[in-house]
């Protein structure tokens, strides 16, 4: 059994905290990937079709049997699918490539100036369509969802963004808190650049824990949603074990002053459609 907890979105729709994510996993590895996942009590995965391995995602859970309404599955539209018809179209090539029916959450990936509102229409249509179970952006800064927001007849439930303790994004967590748009964070581990950082060190040895797991429980108390990557079944057992333990507020701040605006990934205002 899963010790996951679920946290609601404003919509009703519950999502497991605690997801896996497969960017960068390669198709030949994602059935291996997702299998191990999910025999170790994930429930949440996160894909996108810029990644190219929803085909395996789709076929490892089939074959895990586990009941469908029992998962939590999210794609995303890349950043050539924008516009109305397109997006419409390549949520089709996904839910074709994953052999389901509806997903979990479907997200624009990018915010690609100028047509990201068209872009969002389509979402809206699929949602009340019931396609999908919830409709939600990636990489949108504060303004961005000011734009979304002003033409927008369903609100983001998620916006997922690069979060880890180089890069709080402070501004863009606050206006998603005031509008009750849940916050997810990509590359939760920094993509495991700091796994040798001092003050982690310390904490990971404070707490009898590894420093992944001191990373991923400072999102946990954020109250994020994180969904960090391994494809090895021990790391994905690991990164899981986060349930039975608490940092202190002091420690909380102490991870949280390791801030340095640090992005791995591109800007968001600086992603052009390719
Ligand atoms: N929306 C977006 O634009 C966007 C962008 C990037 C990522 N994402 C999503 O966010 C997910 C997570 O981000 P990410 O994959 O970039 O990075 P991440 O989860 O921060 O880090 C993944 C890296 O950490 C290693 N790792 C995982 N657990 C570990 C552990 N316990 N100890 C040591 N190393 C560990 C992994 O290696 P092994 O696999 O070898 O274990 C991999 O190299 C993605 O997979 C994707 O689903 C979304």
Known sequence: ?????????????????????????????????????????????????YYENENGVGKAIKDSGIPREKLFITTKVWNDDHGYDRTLQAFEKSMEKLNMDYVDLYLIHWPIPEIFPETWKALEKLYKDGRVKAI??????????????????????????ELHPKLIQKQTVEFCRENDIAVESWSPLGRARYLDDVILEKLAKKYDKTVAQIMIRWHIQHDFIVIPKSTKAKRQAENMAVFDFELSPEDMKQIDGMDEGFRIGSHPDEIMNK
């Not at 291996?32 to 949440?44: D, E, F, I, M, W």
């Not at 979304?148 to 997922?160: E, M, R």
């Open 1 to 49: 059994m899963t010790n996951i907890p679920l946290k609601t979105l404003y919509n009703g729709v519950s999502v497991p905290q605690l997801g896996l994510g497969v960017y960068k996993v390669p198709p030949e590895d994602v059935y291996q990937t997702v299998s191990s996942a999910l025999k170790a009590g994930y429930r949440h995965i996160d894909t996108a079709s």
């Open 136 to 161: 939600g952006v990636s990489n949108f800064l504060d303004h961005h969802l000011q734009t979304l927001l002003t033409d927008a007849k369903i609100k983001p439930v998620v916006n997922q963004i």
